[in-house]
Nanobody, 124 residues
Framework: QVQLVESGGGLVQAGGSLRLSCAVS????????MGWFRQAPGKEREFVAS????????YYADSTKGRVTISRDNAKNTVYLQMTSLKPEDTAVYYC?????????????????WGQGTQVTVSP
């Protein structure tokens, strides 16, 4: 069983920054591809960023590219999402997800393991 716990969400003004963390337990974290998704009220869950388990290769959604950075610390079993220049439209619940495999995975259905989510609210 893989467990994911997000933290770091909160209320921030437009233009501000936040760093989200996702602690993973239960399996060999270093062999899992990780992803961040977000879901705003009334909208579908959308891809934000993903990172392979080896090599640290990353992939970003066009909507957040240049403003977010995904990274991982395999020694700490943790994946991070650094977000800068936040906009009100970034307001959503942010989820981290995990799956076995070493590729870029951008669809929610490709991930079997999910955290409970952390709320990010960006005020104008």
């Amino acid at each position: 069983q893989v467990q994911l716990v997000e933290s770091g969400g909160g209320l921030v003004q437009a233009g501000g920054s936040l760093r989200l963390s996702c602690a993973v337990s239960g399996r060999t974290f270093s062999s899992y591809a990780m992803g961040w998704f977000r879901q705003a009220p009334g909208k579908e869950r959308e891809f934000v960023a993903s990172i392979k388990w080896s090599g640290g290769r990353t992939y970003y959604a066009d909507s957040t590219k240049g403003r977010v950075t995904i990274s991982r610390d395999n020694a700490k079993n943790t994946v991070y999402l650094q977000m800068t220049s936040l906009k009100p439209e970034d307001t959503a619940v942010y989820y981290c997800a995990a799956r076995a495999g070493n590729h870029y995975y951008t669809q929610p259905g490709e991930y079997p393991y999910w955290g409970q989510g952390t709320q990010v609210t960006v005020s104008p």
